[in-house]
Nanobody
Framework: QVQLVESGGGLVQAGGSLRLSCAAS????????MGWFRQAPGQEREFVAAISWVGFVTYYTDSVKGRFTISRDNAKNTVYLQMNSLKPEDTAVYYC???????????????????WGQGTQVTVSS
């Protein structure tokens, strides 16, 4: 079993920055693709970013490209999401997730991930 715990959320003004962390335990995650998703009230969970198990390949949803950066530190079993130039529309609960395919391709569908954290709230005020 894998446990994922997100942290780093909070309230920030538009234009500000936050760094989310996702600490994994129960299994070394260095061989797995990791992703970040978000869900705003009344909306479906949406893909934000994902990173390959090696860390060389990253994907982002169009709305965060150039503002968000996903990274991982396999030695710490942790994945990060650096969020800059935040906008009110970035307000959501952010979840990290693990794709169970060992050394698999980077995938953007939430259904591809079967381990999820509890989420951390990010609120951006205008």
């Amino acid at each position: 079993q894998v446990q994922l715990v997100e942290s780093g959320g909070g309230l920030v003004q538009a234009g500000g920055s936050l760094r989310l962390s996702c600490a994994a335990s129960g299994r070394t995650v260095s061989s797995y693709v990791m992703g970040w998703f978000r869900q705003a009230p009344g909306q479906e969970r949406e893909f934000v970013a994902a990173i390959s198990w090696v860390g060389f390949v990253t994907y982002y949803t169009d709305s965060v490209k150039g503002r968000f950066t996903i990274s991982r530190d396999n030695a710490k079993n942790t994945v990060y999401l650096q969020m800059n130039s935040l906008k009110p529309e970035d307000t959501a609960v952010y979840y990290c997730a693990l794709d169970p395919i060992v050394r698999g391709p980077v995938r953007k569908s939430a259904s591809s991930y079967n381990y999820w954290g509890q989420g951390t709230q990010v609120t951006v005020s205008s």
